[in-house]
């Protein structure tokens, strides 16, 4: 059984005041996805993975990302990132935000454009060594042999 955590637990773990977590539930940003409320002294309820996602926008707002960047960057993740949104890469340089999936860099706030290509360095050296070996296989196939016989007297 997975462990439930309510509205005010939620907020002190997370680190952020009860009120930004009940606005942001109300604003659709992090819903809680055990309980939700319905209505005057019904409570919310949070399972862990709400958490990690309650977390994750807390560290873009004290990145200095504006909140309704937070939510352009939240409806990308959840549209695009198969994982857990906790376990995605992101990259923060001054307000953009870019997504590291695979080889790829995705600047979440230009609408998945990608921005570059990450170059992975082990697969160069694999290549140039791989080349290596083939050019020194190639000058020893090349290299004329001398065949000597003996004769007998």
Same mark, same amino acid.
């Given at each position: 059984?997975?462990?439930?955590?309510?509205?005010?637990?939620?907020?002190? &773990?997370?680190?952020?005041?009860?009120?930004?977590?009940?606005?942001?539930?109300?604003?659709?940003?992090?819903?809680?996805?055990?309980? +939700?409320?319905?209505?005057?002294?019904?409570?919310?309820?949070?399972?862990?993975?709400?958490?990690?996602?309650?977390?994750?926008?807390?560290?873009?707002?004290?990145?200095? &990302?504006?909140? @309704?960047?937070?939510? @352009?960057?939240?409806?990308?993740?959840?549209?695009?990132?198969?994982? @857990?949104?906790?376990?995605?890469? &992101?990259?923060?340089?001054?307000?953009?935000?870019?997504?590291?999936? /695979? +080889?790829?860099?995705? +600047?979440?706030?230009?609408?998945?454009? /990608?921005?570059?290509?990450?170059?992975?360095?082990?697969?160069?050296?694999?290549?140039? +060594?791989?080349?290596?070996?083939?050019? @020194?296989?190639?000058?020893?196939?090349?290299?004329?042999?001398?065949?000597?016989?003996? &004769?007998?007297?």
């Amino acid at each position: 059984m997975q462990q439930v955590f309510s509205g005010t637990k939620a907020a002190q &773990i997370v680190g952020i005041t009860y009120r930004q977590l009940d606005y942001w539930a109300r604003t659709d940003l992090i819903r809680p996805s055990v309980t +939700d409320a319905s209505g005057s002294g019904t409570r919310r309820a949070y399972k862990y993975r709400d958490l990690l996602e309650l977390r994750v926008v807390k560290n873009l707002l004290d990145a200095g &990302i504006r909140l @309704e960047a937070v939510r @352009e960057v939240f409806t990308y993740l959840r549209d695009h990132v198969d994982s @857990e949104i906790a376990a995605a890469h &992101i990259v923060i340089s001054g307000q953009s935000v870019v997504l590291c999936q /695979g +080889d790829q860099l995705i +600047d979440v706030m230009r609408n998945g454009q /990608g921005v570059l290509n990450v170059l992975p360095l082990a697969g160069v050296k694999q290549a140039v +060594d791989a080349s290596i070996v083939g050019l @020194e296989r190639q000058e020893i196939a090349r290299v004329p042999r001398v065949v000597t016989r003996s &004769i007998a007297l």
